[in-house]
């Protein structure tokens, strides 16, 4: 693990309970605060600085938990080091350095994953196969909406480090427009400000418009001082589907909505996946996820998502932030 970051506790939690996957290594920018570090999350070694860590041929694969604006130099540089990549997402704000990762990664015949790991959780899975069967019909506009609340000076908030609420939390709602809808045409975004941000183009709440390709919209809006809201809802011409924990998954439940009928079919009926009453981190999410990379790591199977999907991801990102911040429709 590159970084001694908040969600890497809840990803060193979910690797413990992983099939295939070991946490062996963290490294942080300072020795001391590493080694802390390693020993609250189980980590048998710490190293001083990325480099070190990098170093070490025992070493298969390395998840990126960084700021934003440093995933795609690490992931280049531990890809580079003939290290398999698990990079928290965005995986990058920008779809040239998207392209370099995985041009890295095929120079050194590795694999690079953007790690949206609400995409592969039952949950998410139901959802795809009900559209997919025509549950409720032609689907025409996805609804997105992902809001926290995080004090001024978060690093959330610091739009040098990737901040803004575009960058840091639109990624879930852009990701899902995409993987249920289709590319996007067409962005229009507005933002709201943040007066207390710092960096270029810092915003604290923002919504967009996407126009599809398939024809249908996409309608996302984020916030970074709002309380939390986990939004997700399908409509269809003759249904709609409502996921009301979309993005960590935790409930395992959607409702799917047909005229006066509602149900609520379970995510995972066989129990294949192993889910588990998980709590406010949802560290069940994150075990899946990694146990899908280490099992495509070990070749055992191809990542669900890759190249043409991450630069697509980052593509429709830039777009909707240049469009917030000319306040001007971006066509892709």
């Not at 506790?9 to 802390?36: F, H, N, Q, T």
Request: with cysteine; net charge negative.
């Amino acid at each position: 693990m590159l970084s001694t970051s908040g969600i890497g506790r809840v990803a060193a939690r979910a690797i413990a309970a992983a099939d295939g996957a070991e946490l062996v290594a963290v490294a942080g920018r300072e020795p001391d605060r590493a080694a802390a570090y390693a020993a609250e999350v189980g980590a048998p070694v710490a190293y001083g600085s990325y480099e070190e860590l990098l170093a070490d041929s025992g070493i298969d694969a390395v998840y990126v938990p960084l700021p934003i604006t440093l995933h795609g130099e690490w992931a280049i540089r531990a890809l580079e080091a003939g290290k398999h990549v698990l990079c928290e997402k965005p995986l990058t704000l920008d779809p040239d350095e998207a392209t370099a990762v995985f041009d890295a990664a095929e120079r050194a015949g590795r694999l690079a994953i953007e790690g949206f790991m609400w995409r592969l959780h039952p949950q998410t899975l139901l959802v795809r196969r009900l559209l997919a069967e025509g549950a409720v019909g032609e689907l025409a506009l996805v609804r997105a909406a992902l809001s926290v609340s995080a004090p001024p000076g978060d690093i959330r908030r610091t739009t040098d480090l990737g901040g803004g609420a575009l960058a840091d939390l639109g990624g879930y709602c852009v990701s899902a427009v995409r993987l249920f809808g289709g590319e996007p045409s067409t962005v229009r975004a507005v933002r709201v400000a943040d007066p207390t941000g710092t960096g270029a183009g810092h915003d604290l709440r923002a919504s967009a418009i996407l126009e599809l390709d398939s024809g249908a919209m996409g309608l996302i809006d984020v916030g970074l001082d709002l309380e939390r809201r986990d939004q997700l809802e399908l409509v269809g011409t003759s249904g709609r589907i409502v996921v009301d924990d979309p993005w960590l998954c935790r409930s395992g439940t959607i409702e799917l909505i047909r005229g006066e009928r509602s149900e609520s079919p379970p995510a995972d009926p066989s129990g294949a996946f192993r889910l588990t009453a998980a709590g406010p981190d949802n560290e069940d999410a994150y075990r899946i996820e990694f146990e899908a990379a280490s099992a495509a790591f070990a070749g055992e199977a191809s990542p669900a998502f890759g190249r043409a999907d991450a630069i697509a991801q980052a593509r429709a990102l830039a777009a909707a932030r240049r469009s917030a911040a000319e306040g001007a429709t971006v066509r892709l």
